[in-house]
Every structure is written in structure tokens, then in C-alpha cells.
């Protein structure tokens, strides 16, 4: 495979629309804003993220292809029958293989990038500090993790172990890969599980992402580095 097939443009980075045809759209920034997009898709989520994953508890739609299609169009999910079997899993490269190649990582989330540009939550420091840690430190568990008060359970190594799966799926979804979801519906499960204050519902999206995760991986890793 080319090594560099995670590399795009520094203003694209690669979504999935309804039916699996990639679209490009921009990260939010700081603020929670995203920049225009057209049509209806773009508007709506918009008004999803736009101001609404800071400071309360936000339900999100899921968006990007369903988790169930994986590279299948829904044409082929429907045309599966017992003669003619439709393999659907999707790909995903697994948090070791993001950690061990951060030269294949987008160039817009790349790794002194601060989690919380992306994320829109300051849910890690860098250790023993109170400075905003970066992507790489998230996934490297080098962080500490931000609990949020009144949290129930054991949230800090769930909040950890979420983070890296967090950081290995947006890189999955920015680049060249057939991941189950889009850039903006890993940001809007983290913030969610994050904004639930409980460990059981930040488990369930950790082992969601590191199912999604641990698929097969299209990209090249010959040259990673630790």
C-alpha cells in the first residue's frame, strides 16, 4: 500500500456521506463553529455542533455511514442472501498502529495538535501540568485525564483508555480509510460520552471505538517508528 495515503490537503479532510460517497468538510474550531458546508446534511449538523458540545449534555445523531455497513452501500447490505454473501466489515487501524506512525497521521490533526482544538473539551492535560494535552500525549496515555465533577464510577482510566481509542479513530476517519464514521460523529461521541459523567457510558463508547478500531488496517506502517 502507499504509505502516504493519509496525506490530503490541508483544508479537506475526508467524510462520508449517506451512502458512503466522501464529501469534505473542515474541523471545528475553538469555539465550536464549522464553516459553511452546502446542503442539508451541512446545515444540520451545524446545528448539532454549534455551540451545543460545550457546557451541557447534548444528544447526537450519529452521522457518516451506519455502523453495521462498513464499505457496503446499503444496496449491497439489502442484496445479501445465503448463495451470495456481501463481505461489509469496514477498516480500521488499531491505536498501536496510530501511535507507532504518527508521520502517517492527517496534517490536520496532527500530533502536537491539542486535543481540545479538535474535541472541544480540555478532558486531558499534558502530566503534572494544567496545559492542554496534545493528540500524541492522548494516545499515549502520557496525560492526565480532566474527571468530570460528580462523575459515577471509576472514570479516570475509562476517561484514559477513551481518549486513546478517541485520537485512533479521528485519524481513521480523516484519512484514507473506509471507517465506519466521520470526522464529526467521532468528536460528537467523545463529547458525548465525556458530558454523561458516568464510566459505564464512557466504556461503551471506548469499546465501540476500539471494536471500530481493530479492523483491517489498508495503510502501510513498514517504516513506523515508536
Known sequence: ????????????????????????????????????ASGSDGATRRRLLKGG????PVILTQYGRPAWAGGCSESAMASENMSDVVQCEGEGCSEQFWKQN??????????????????????????????????EEVIRGECDPVVPAGCEGNCEPELLHLGKQA???LQNAACDVKYDLDVLTVIAKFVQAYQSNKASDIQIVKEELYYLNNQICPLDGSSSTV
Open 167 to 169: 485520537v485512533a479513530a
Open 53 to 56: 458540545l460545550i457546557g451541557a
Open 102 to 135: 504518527t508521520h502517517l497521521w492527517h496534517p490536520q490533526y496532527g500530533p502536537s495538535t491539542e486535543f481540545s482544538e479538535i474535541f472541544l473539551i480540555t478532558a486531558y492535560y499534558a502530566q503534572n501540568t494544567f496545559v492542554g494535552a496534545t493528540l
Open 1 to 36: 500500500m502507499d504509505s502516504d495515503r493519509c496525506i490530503w490537503g490541508m483544508d479537506n479532510v475526508k467524510t462520508h456521506g449517506k451512502h458512503g460517497a466522501d464529501e469534505t468538510a473542515v474541523p471545528a474550531d475553538r469555539s465550536g463553529e464549522i464553516p459553511p
